[in-house]
Each structure stands twice: as structure tokens, then as C-alpha cells.
């Protein structure tokens, strides 16, 4: 009898069709064999990493990694696979020099810099440079230089809430600075880029990251010394390029028409690699595409796996696609958005957002903890900005990620000149992918999802109840009337 059920089982899996359906149970349960056996995650971002290097929207090395996915989803019997070309102004750094106090200090220029700044003046500490910092003093940066930590310094009042660097910047600015100088919390000299631009236009001063313990240094230095000053010298460049998103689909099998995109930011910044951001993440995907064509899955919905070029410019490529899809009514054949940046080792679920059932996920969670218990089947529903999920939530679709369980070690490399190949963890890739594969399939699969694509005021409604609305404008990205 025994011999039977495995000679059917066989059978169900050559035969495309096969009498007996399979359950969900014994769905994940192969999957999870075959990633376990077979997972290229670890292997193809290695190969990426070492022949390409990174992967700057736009550049050689851009291209160089578009193809590469290109051909790998050919590779993995994929007959559908796409480039999506677009054409935008996008920033690029060239070169600095920054003398603080009459000696070089190693400094990188943040995003979206102007394209030459040549800036002498005296160097004021900020502190955070948060706008409580400037309040015994609104005047104390103007035309000086204002030189501010990354992060909440010791003894900032418990409750503190910290801005982004672009925030930081945008604050000095409005004080009259003329140049900006942050320096970075990870030790060892590590230097950290990023945009500087709230909007993702270019800024008109220069903004950069000095290391850690130059920072403190100069900070000492500016408790007793009067008249510091710092000389910013450096080129950039905004210029049009072409750069390609990259897509994959398997259509569905019941369902055809309504879509269920996985997406994540190819493109990295140049300091590195990008093996982390967002290495781990495209490249999850790509092997998640592979293992649902290795395992014959037909959900019921179309799946898109998509890799998004210009993430790190300004979500440039997800913004591309979803106005091409506004443009041609396609946007609403797009039930759900999962997003994968710098995400790995799952251990749950984020549902998006206040107004999406989390029952679906919960149950959904304790099939995939049947098959594994170190998924823990947590299910979080917040929402946040800046990644590939937001032009879509802007358009009151979906969204979906995986709450991710990695060694907090990695994080100090986010944006940095030490974000390679060394910081990835096979076994979480291979997590990654197994049971990305099983969230992915559920939901394409699934009889009824979970949220459904929202109408405009809907979505409007949406950001203000999860507390998106001024980020939004600050952006200026809010859509709808202030
Ligand atoms: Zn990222």
C-alpha cells in the first residue's frame, strides 16, 4: 500500500495532470526538499558579486547585472522574460577631496550632491542636527558648515526621535548652511552613502559621511578650538541613463489575468557590492523563480518576478513601472505587491497595513511552520516608504513582505564601502527562498486574498491612518490635496 501512494505520488509530480490534487502540506513539503537540495541564491549572487561588482543603475556594471538575471530566468525554463527600458536623469558621484582643519579626512559624497562644490567655511557641531539642535540659535550654521551626527548621540533625551541624513540635510539647508558634513555610527572608519535630497532632486550644497572616529575626533577638536574650518571640493554627475527592470512571468493557471508581483532592487550602490542591499534580496527571488519552475507550480494567479533597476536613485524603475501600467490600465490586473529588500531569514510575515485580515497569513504561516518550526509564523501589519513597494501602495495596491531574522552585523555595512560577499549567510538564502516560495505560492494560489487593490480615496485614507501622510509630502510624493 505504502509502495502505491509513493509510485502515485510519483506520478502526480511527472504528470501535469494528475487526478489527485495535492495538499498545501505536500505542495511545501517538496518545495522545501528541492530548495534545501538545490538553491542557486548563494551561487548566482556570488558569481554576480565577483564577475560583476556592483551594480550602479545606469552604469556598465548595471547593465552587466541586468543581463545576468536576464539569462538566468532563461536559464531556469522561463519563456516569458522581459527588459523594461527607461530613460531618466540619475545621479552619479565623481570625486572629492575634504580638508577639515588643514588635513585630508576619507569622506564619500552623499546622493544627489550638486554636480561641482567647491565650499570653504567654518565648521559648526550640530550635534544630531535635528531642528531641536538649532533652537537656542536658528543663525548658528549660516554660511558656516554644519557637521552633525548620523545618529542620536549619548545623552539625547530619552524618546528622541532621529531623522534620515536627507532630513538632517534639508534642516541645515534651511539654516543657511553651505555644506554639510555627517559623520557615521559603525566604527572602524566605515563610510556610508545615500541620498542626501528629500525630494530626489539634486541639493544645492554638499553633503558627505566622514567615518566614526574622525567624527568624534573632530569633535573634540571643535569643543576647543575656535575657527575650524572645512574645504569641500567635489564633482558629480546628473546625467540621463538607460537601465532595465527585469521581468519574469509564469502565467497563472486559473486566474491569468490578475497578477501578483515579487519584486526587489537589483541596482546598488557603488561604494561596494551590494551584496547585502540588495543582494540577498533580488537574488532571493531569482532563485525562488527557479524553484517555482523546477517544482512545476501553477498557482492560480500570474506571478511577476521583477527586478528593479534605480531603487537606490529614487525608486526609479518601480516608479517607472507602475506608470507605464496607470498609463495603460494594466494597474489594476495587480492584486498584490510583495517586496524584498535587504530582506532574509524569514521568520513571518508584514502584512502592509492597517486595513488588510491577518487571519490569511496566520494560516498560511502554520503550514510553512508544519514543514519548518524555525519559521515562526509572526505576523506584523505596518507600512513604511522608501523601497520598491511604494509606487505600488500609491496606487492602492497590496502590499506583502517577509519579516526578516538576520545577524543585526550586517546592518552596519547598509549603504557602506563594506557591503560584500563576505556578510551573506547561505542557510538564510536558502530560508530566503524556501519559504519565500511557500508565502508566494499561498498567496497566488489562494481561493480569496487577503486585501483587495483600494480605490483612490481608499488609499488616501490608507497613508493617513498609517501615519504616511506627512513623509509623503515632505517627498513629495503625496498625490492627493494637502
Ligand atoms: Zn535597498
Known amino acids: 500500500m505504502r509502495n502505491l501512494i509513493v509510485i502515485f505520488g510519483a506520478a502526480c509530480l511527472v504528470l501535469t495532470a494528475c487526478s489527485k490534487k495535492e495538499s498545501l502540506h505536500e505542495t511545501f513539503a517538496r518545495v522545501n526538499q528541492e530548495v534545501l537540495q538545490n538553491a542557486q541564491g548563494y551561487a548566482t549572487l556570488k558569481e554576480a558579486t565577483s564577475t560583476i561588482g556592483h551594480r550602479l543603475t545606469g552604469s ?47 569622506a564619500v559624497t552623499l546622493g544627489h550632491s550638486p554636480i561641482h562644490s567647491d565650499v570653504e567655511g567654518e565648521m559648526v557641531d550640530m550635534g544630531n542636527g535635528l531642528e531641536a539642535d538649532y533652537e537656542d540659535n536658528p543663525n548658528a550654521v549660516k554660511d558656516k558648515i554644519a557637521f552633525m551626527y548620523i545618529g542620536l548621540l549619548e545623552g539625547t533625551p530619552k524618546g528622541t526621535h532621529n531623522l534620515h541624513r536627507s532630513e538632517k540635510t534639508a534642516i541645515a539647508l534651511s539654516h543657511g548652511a553651505k555644506g554639510v558634513i555627517i559623520f557615521n555610527q559603525v566604527d572602524k572608519g566605515v563610510l556610508l ?67 501578483i508581483i515579487i519584486g526587489g532592487h537589483l541596482d546598488s550602490w557603488d561604494l561596494a557590492t551590494g551584496a547585502i542591499d540588495n543582494g540577498i534580496g533580488s537574488f532571493s527571488i531569482l532563485d525562488m523563480a527557479r524553484a517555482f519552475k523546477a517544482n512545476k507550480l501553477a498557482p492560480k494567479r500570474t506571478i511577476q518576478f521583477v527586478m528593479f533597476m534605480g531603487e537606490e536613485q529614487g525608486l526609479l524603475g518601480s516608479r517607472y513601472m507602475v506608470d507605464q501600467a496607470v498609463k495603460d490600465g494594466s494597474i489594476e490586473s495587480v492584486k498584490y505587491m510583495m517586496n524584498c529588500d535587504m530582506s532574509g531569514n524569514p521568520v513571518g510575515i508584514n502584512a502592509g497595513g492597517k486595513i488588510s485580515d491577518t487571519t490569511f497569513y496566520k494560516t498560511l504561516g502554520a503550514e510553512i511552520q508544519k514543514i519548518d518550526t524555525l519559521y515562526k509564523n509572526k505576523v506584523s501589519n505596518g507600512s513604511g516608504l522608501h523601497s520598491d513597494h511604494q509606487p505600488f501602495m500609491l496606487e492602492g495596491v497590496p502590499i506583502l513582505s517577509m519579516q526578516s531574522n538576520l545577524d ?21 538564502l536558502k530560508n530566503t527562498a524556501r519559504f519565500g516560495t511557500m508565502i508566494l505560492y499561498g498567496l497566488a494560489n489562494a481561493d480569496k486574498l487577503p486585501a483587495q487593490k483600494m480605490d483612490s480615496e481608499t488609499t488616501k485614507q490608507f497613508m493617513i491612518d498609517n501615519n504616511l501622510k506627512e513623509p509623503l509630502i515632505i517627498a513629495g510624493d503625496w498625490k492627493w490635496e494637502k
Open 60 to 106: 556598465e556594471n548595471g547593465h552587466k547585472a541586468e543581463e545576468y538575471t536576464y539569462s538566468k530566468f532563461k536559464e531556469y525554463g522561463f519563456e516569458d522574460v522581459k527588459f523594461q527600458e527607461f530613460e531618466v536623469e540619475a545621479w552619479s558621484r565623481g570625486d572629492i577631496a575634504v580638508t577639515i582643519d588643514g588635513a585630508t579626512v576619507p
Open 193 to 259: 552613502t545615500g541620498t542626501a535630497s528629500v525630494t530626489g532632486e539634486l541639493i544645492p550644497i554638499p553633503a558627505v559621511c566622514i567615518g566614526k572616529e574622525n567624527g568624534k575626533a573632530l569633535k573634540e577638536t571643535l569643543k576647543n578650538k575656535k575657527n575650524v574650518k572645512a574645504h569641500i571640493v567635489m564633482t558629480n554627475h546628473s546625467d540621463m541613463i538607460k537601465a532595465r527592470n527585469v521581468i519574469a512571468t509564469l502565467p497563472g493557471s486559473e486566474l491569468p489575468q490578475e497578477r
Open 408 to 428: 543585526r552585523s550586517i546592518y552596519g555595512c547598509y549603504h557602506s564601502d563594506c557591503d560584500d560577499f563576505n556578510l551573506v549567510n547561505e542557510n538564510h
